[in-house]
């Protein structure tokens, strides 16, 4: 028979064994580029006999703790899917206090001084208070100096390609560029300039939680050498010793680059 451990004594091993993972981390293999899919919100709420509203407020209060955990082991970029555009077909009663939960995440993001937020996905799916709230939170940290943020709201992989195409397409239509010139210059390194994420190292890591092993979309483009961790936890439990493992995890790896 198991013996249940008070509190406190669950803590304190919980700490000690964090330290201990902590302390055997090597710096010098910490992925500079992470992409989490935050996911199991709605079952974590289920779970915990509680609604699907305060699941995704749960979901949302772990988002800083996650930053500050990167900020310690030298993690430079953090692509955070807060919104897929699958989601945006869901019930109004459930998108609508969802979105501002998002809004409220994003300008706390921005408030805290820290963090350089930056958002990826389709700006005019979103409602117009949302998009505003993007934009004036991309303005506010533009000269911070801290992690990079990317808040993936109205994201999917394959919309951000199309949209990458389309933009490529209107410039070079705006530069009198023939298809057949076009043909002959386009290749990886012209479409990556038109991703939403231009200008930044594509993801050493992607995180899941919850369980579920698909990348359900995520960053199909960017992730084509990324290494993998599908963690059990559901997102709003996800813990440091769980960011620690999957970072060990990542280190003990040898990265082949799809060869």
């Not at 289920?46 to 988002?63: C, F, L, N, P, S």
């Not at 009663?93 to 998002?102: C, D």
């Not at 100096?145 to 999917?156: I, Q, W």
């Not at 997102?235 to 003990?252: E, S």
């Amino acid at each position: 028979m198991r013996i249940p451990y008070p509190p406190a004594l669950r803590k304190l091993v919980y700490r000690l064994y964090a330290r201990r993972v902590e302390g055997r981390l090597d710096h010098t293999q910490v992925p500079k580029h992470i992409g989490v899919i935050l996911d199991g919100n709605r079952r974590w709420a289920r779970a915990d006999g509680r609604t699907t509203e305060q699941g995704h407020q749960a979901g949302a209060d772990k988002i800083s703790e996650l930053l500050g955990w990167c900020e310690e082991t030298d993690v430079e970029v953090v692509t955070l899917w807060l919104l897929s555009t699958d989601n945006l077909d869901r019930p109004e009663a459930e998108l609508k206090p969802l979105l501002g939960i998002i809004e409220n995440t994003v300008r706390g993001l921005a408030a805290d001084g820290r963090w350089r937020v930056h958002h990826v996905g389709n700006r005019d799916l979103l409602p117009t208070a949302t998009q505003r709230v993007l934009k004036e939170s991309e303005q506010a940290t533009a000269d911070n100096k801290g992690v990079l943020v990317n808040v993936a709201v109205g994201y999917g992989g394959r919309q951000e390609i199309a949209d990458a195409v389309r933009s490529l397409l209107l410039e070079h239509a705006a530069r009198g560029t023939s298809f057949e010139q076009l043909a002959e210059i386009v290749d990886i390194d012209l479409i990556s300039e038109h991703l939403y994420t231009r200008g930044q190292p594509d993801p050493d890591l992607v995180i899941r939680t919850s369980g579920e092993q698909r990348l359900s979309g995520f960053m199909l483009w960017q992730s084509a050498h990324s290494e993998y961790y599908f963690c059990e936890v559901f997102w709003p439990a996800f813990r440091k010793v769980d960011f620690l493992r999957a970072l060990r995890d990542y280190a003990a790896r040898h990265r082949r680059y799809g060869f």
